[in-house]
């Protein structure tokens, strides 16, 4: 049996490698090709196109893309309409995979979709064509799959790997005791994103923010791990012109040890906050993009959700301060980080709800995956 699943950044390549592998324990002969990094290579996914190539940010930064873009999805369709799989599944990357799963499924291909894209949030009408395009939705969290219902798509709310994966994490002192950090310092994470187009716009605001904090404690010690050389680059060049060269101390990847042993996190909107949820760990939560993609997205997503955050999201309320774009100041992502660190019951409180919230997503994301995905296959075929 033969499948294709394609994924688009590292997020996607995680849950699509534990996918493939829930799958494959009830399909032993399980053949697998699409686009995916490293974690589905290791789980036997035959890629034919770099993953990277497919991960961008920003309205306007994907339009530049799309020479590229446009002739690679047609060749994977051709490909797939000749040889059909017997299910075609989309790793997040909505733009890129629900077009080329809308025309899969009009030749009768079944399609899968995981992650949900932010259609409750921003560009609503794309709901017609997600239903036309699609047989299942698996959603990683559970406001999502009241929003499918809604609007007739079959949808199974799966819970989400990280929280099976990060209960397995290290407390702090096991975390600072393998990056070989004093046991009683206090540490403040800082990860600028693991994108350069992130990185060139939240690394100078995240250095000035260390910069003011110290003004407030100079014994506060800083850890920002580097999600690849591209990003440790760009972050040591702000950094290179800033007086905290000494103070800040960049490790390659390891983001889930680094947070763990930190006392409070300053990090880029998007799946760290969730990680740094699951960890327990007190965060603020920011991000910048262009002005031009930022005045589209905030007029786009309009009355539609308050809060960009992932913690936020879960709980329909504001648990951990968020700023974005001209709110995103060193001095109010300064305040708000001190304040973590200065006022423990605070801290508490927080971490309580994020017990609470971690809890509703552990629900073995990989196997549900794997079930529905399994069910779908043995069920009829899907028609135009």
Not at 47 to 59: A, C, F, K, Q, T
Not at 202 to 213: F, K, N
Not at 268 to 289: D, I, K, Q
């Amino acid at each position: 049996m033969r499948i294709a699943i394609i994924a688009g950044e590292a997020s996607g390549d995680l849950l699509g490698a534990g996918l493939i592998r829930s799958l494959r324990s009830r399909f032993p002969e399980l053949e697998v090709e699409g686009i995916g990094g490293p974690q589905m290579e290791s789980e036997g996914c035959k890629s034919y196109y770099p993953m990277e190539r497919l991960s961008v940010i920003g309205l306007f930064e994907a339009f530049g893309r799309l020479p590229e873009l446009i002739p690679v999805r047609a060749r994977i369709v051709k490909q797939l309409l000749k040889d059909p799989p017997v299910v075609f599944i989309g790793v997040d990357a909505p733009d890129f995979n629900l077009s080329i799963a809308r025309k899969l499924k009009a030749a009768g291909i079944k399609t899968v979709h995981y992650v949900s894209p932010s259609v409750w949030a921003w560009r609503r009408y794309r709901i017609r064509k997600i239903v036309k395009s699609l047989d299942l939705m698996l959603v990683l969290f559970p406001f999502e799959a009241d929003f499918y219902r809604k609007h007739g798509l079959c949808v199974e709310f799966v819970g989400h790997p990280l929280a099976e994966v990060i209960a397995d994490c290290p407390s702090q002192s096991v975390a600072r005791q393998a990056l070989n950090l004093p046991a009683q310092a206090q540490y403040v994470a800082l990860l600028p994103g693991s994108r350069s187009s992130e990185v060139r716009h939240l690394g100078q605001c995240m250095i000035e923010t260390a910069q003011w904090l110290l003004e407030r404690g100079p014994t506060l010690q800083f850890l920002a791990p580097m999600a690849n050389t591209q990003v440790r680059y760009q972050f040591q060049q702000f950094l290179d012109k800033s007086p905290l060269r000494k103070k800040v101390r960049l490790i390659d990847g390891s983001a889930r040890q680094v947070m763990a042993a930190s006392d409070v996190v300053l990090l880029a909107s998007g799946t760290a906050s969730l990680e740094a949820m699951l960890l327990n760990r007190p965060m603020v939560v920011t991000y910048r993009t262009t002005r031009l993609s930022y005045a589209i997205l905030r007029r786009v997503v309009g009355a539609n959700i308050s809060y960009v955050g992932l913690p936020n999201l879960l709980a329909g309320r504001e648990l951990v301060p968020e700023f974005l774009q001209d709110q995103a100041t060193p001095a109010r992502l300064g305040a708000a980080l001190w304040t973590f660190l200065e006022q423990p019951g605070n801290v508490e409180r927080v971490q309580g709800e994020f017990e609470r919230l971690g809890r509703q997503l552990k629900r073995g994301a990989s196997e549900r995956a794997a079930e529905a995905v399994a069910q779908l296959i043995s069920g009829p075929t899907s028609g135009r």
